[in-house]
């Protein structure tokens, strides 16, 4: 069975700080990664998607794969109070008779403090 | 675009009625999930259809679950009898499939459920 871990937090960072979020799964044969933000009471929303080994940058966000280690990781530059949410790692293994549904982790609880 | 929507946005009912949930994906998608979200569980995957079809109902709880996709731009999710243990949040969400693994799968603003 697929697995998506991720620590639950609280985690705590001053504004203007870097946020580091952090995701390790089960499924070597995985090949799609999000990282999603859910505000409370809200639907989840892309923030980030990752394919290939290394890091991937948009804007105060940067998402980094390692598929040797089976590890995500997002980090947000310049935390914002709006940034507090719940990020949500999620895993896609696409076959060649179509795509699974994700796999999601149970997220991380963000507080950026001002 | 109006995104994935969907209906109900809350509901209230008694355990032993029946449920059912619609959504309505974005135009153009071929894939459409259903997802379960509760505190202790997180966000799973119920049933995923595509082209209409569905492929993977494995996370479909039991039998008091189905799910159906008539057309293209409809499809519901049925609990009948429902019971307490069933309130969650259900979203609905829809993906295309031109750039594969690529695809963004859109989240609805999904359906509150309670069942007392």
């Known amino acids: 069975q697929k697995e998506v871990e991720q620590n639950s937090g609280p985690l705590s960072v001053p504004e203007g700080a870097i946020a580091s979020l952090n995701c390790t799964y089960s499924?070597?044969?995985?090949?799609?990664f999000f990282w999603y933000r859910q505000y409370s009471g809200k639907s989840p929303e892309l923030i980030m998607s990752?394919?290939?080994?290394g890091d991937k940058e948009d804007g105060r966000f940067t998402a980094q794969l390692n598929k040797a280690s089976q590890y995500v990781s997002l980090l947000i530059r310049d935390s914002q109070p709006s940034d507090s949410a719940t990020y949500l790692c999620?895993?896609?293994?696409?076959?060649?008779?179509?795509?699974?549904?994700?796999?999601f982790g149970k997220g991380t609880h963000l507080i950026i403090q001002p | 675009d109006a995104g994935v929507i969907q209906s109900p946005r809350h509901e209230v009912t008694e355990m032993g009625q029946e449920v059912t949930l619609r959504c309505k994906p974005i135009?153009?998608?071929?894939?459409l999930f259903w997802y379960r979200q509760t505190m202790m569980r997180g966000l799973e995957l119920l049933i995923y259809?595509?082209?209409?079809?569905?492929?993977?109902d494995s996370g479909m709880p039991e039998d008091r679950f189905s799910a159906k996709m008539p057309n293209a731009s409809f499809s519901t999710l049925k609990i009948q009898p429902s019971e307490p243990r069933d309130s969650a949040v259900y979203f609905c969400?829809?993906?295309?499939?031109?750039?594969?693994?690529?695809?963004?799968?859109?989240f609805g603003p999904g359906t509150r459920l309670l069942v007392l």
């Open positions: 999620a895993v896609l293994e696409f076959s060649g008779g179509g795509a699974d549904g994700l796999t």
């Open positions: 135009s153009g998608h071929d894939y």
């Open positions: 990752i394919y290939s080994n």
């Open positions: 969400a829809s993906r295309g499939s031109g750039q594969g693994v690529q695809e963004t799968q859109y």
């Open positions: 259809f595509n082209n209409n079809v569905p492929i993977d």
């Open positions: 499924d070597r044969g995985s090949q799609s």
